[in-house]
C-alpha cells in the first residue's frame, strides 16, 4: 500500500477505511501504484456501487493456507491473535463483542504473539514496515474499523486519536479507551 490518500477526498475515518481498502484491491489485481485503478476503487467503495468481500472469504483463505501464523508462517505452538487487543475494548459493550469475535482474529505461533503483546497490528509492525502487514490480517483489520468506528458513531470523525493527522493508527481506535489512556486512569 504505496499510495497516499488524497487530502481533498480523505477526510474521514470512513474514506481512510476505503482508501486502504481500494489499495488492498489494486494490490491484488496487481496494479499496486495505478493511481487511476486505486481511486476508482475508493470511489465505487464511498458510493457503495462495490461491496467489499464477505467476512466468510477471510475465514475461507484462513482454511486454504492452513493452520499456520499469519505473521511468519510457521505452524508451531499456534494460538489466536486479536488484530485489535481486546483490552481496547473500553466500556462499551458493542466494541467489547467486536473486538471478541473472530472477525478480529487470526492465527499467530506463540513468538510472534507475544512479541505483539497489547499492541494493534500498526503498533507492532510501526510504520516503517507497515506495508509488510499481511493482506488476510489487513482485510480484516478494515473491515473490523468500520464496523468498530460505525459502533461508536465516530466513522465520520477527522481525527479519532487526536495526534493532527488522519492515517492508519486512528482506524483501531476506541474512544472510550483513548480517553482512559490520556486521562491516566488506565
Given at each position: 500500500?504505496?499510495?497516499?490518500?488524497?487530502?481533498?477526498?480523505?477526510?474521514?475515518?470512513?474514506?481512510?477505511i476505503f482508501?486502504?481498502?481500494?489499495?488492498?484491491?489494486?494490490?491484488?489485481?496487481?496494479?499496486?501504484?495505478?493511481?487511476?485503478?486505486?481511486?476508482?476503487?475508493?470511489?465505487?467503495?464511498?458510493?457503495?456501487?462495490m461491496k467489499?468481500?464477505?467476512?466468510?472469504?477471510?475465514?475461507?483463505?484462513?482454511?486454504?493456507?492452513?493452520?499456520?501464523?499469519?505473521?511468519?508462517?510457521?505452524?508451531?505452538?499456534?494460538?489466536?491473535?486479536?488484530?485489535?487487543?481486546?483490552?481496547?475494548?473500553?466500556?462499551?459493550?458493542?466494541?467489547?463483542?467486536?473486538?471478541?469475535?473472530?472477525?478480529?482474529?487470526?492465527?499467530?505461533?506463540?513468538?510472534?504473539?507475544?512479541?505483539?503483546?497489547?499492541?494493534?497490528?500498526?503498533?507492532?509492525?510501526?510504520?516503517?514496515?507497515?506495508?509488510?502487514?499481511?493482506?488476510?490480517?489487513?482485510?480484516?483489520?478494515?473491515?473490523?474499523?468500520?464496523?468498530?468506528?460505525?459502533?461508536?458513531?465516530?466513522?465520520?470523525?477527522?481525527?479519532?486519536?487526536?495526534?493532527?493527522?488522519?492515517?492508519?493508527?486512528?482506524?483501531?481506535?476506541?474512544?472510550?479507551?483513548?480517553?482512559?489512556?490520556?486521562?491516566?486512569?488506565?
Amino acid at each position: 500500500m504505496a499510495l497516499k490518500p488524497p487530502r481533498k477526498f480523505v477526510s474521514t475515518v470512513r474514506d481512510l477505511i476505503f482508501w486502504f481498502y481500494a489499495q488492498l484491491i489494486a494490490n491484488s489485481a496487481g496494479f499496486p501504484d495505478n493511481y487511476a485503478f486505486v481511486m476508482s476503487r475508493y470511489k465505487k467503495l464511498k458510493s457503495g456501487e462495490m461491496k467489499w468481500s464477505s467476512s466468510i472469504r477471510d475465514h475461507l483463505i484462513e482454511w486454504d493456507r492452513g493452520k499456520v501464523c499469519v505473521y511468519c508462517g510457521s505452524d508451531k505452538c499456534l494460538s489466536l491473535d486479536h488484530i485489535i487487543p481486546v483490552s481496547r475494548a473500553g466500556v462499551d459493550p458493542r466494541v467489547k463483542i467486536l473486538l471478541e469475535s473472530l472477525d478480529n482474529c487470526v492465527w499467530a505461533c506463540r513468538s510472534c504473539n507475544s512479541k505483539k503483546g497489547d499492541r494493534d497490528v500498526f503498533e507492532w509492525y510501526g510504520p516503517e514496515r507497515v506495508y509488510e502487514i499481511p493482506r488476510l490480517v489487513m482485510s480484516k483489520f478494515l473491515k473490523l474499523s468500520y464496523r468498530l468506528h460505525e459502533a461508536q458513531g465516530t466513522l465520520d470523525l477527522p481525527d479519532p486519536n487526536m495526534d493532527g493527522v488522519l492515517d492508519i493508527y486512528d482506524l483501531g481506535v476506541v474512544i472510550t479507551d483513548l480517553i482512559l489512556r490520556k486521562s491516566g486512569r488506565k
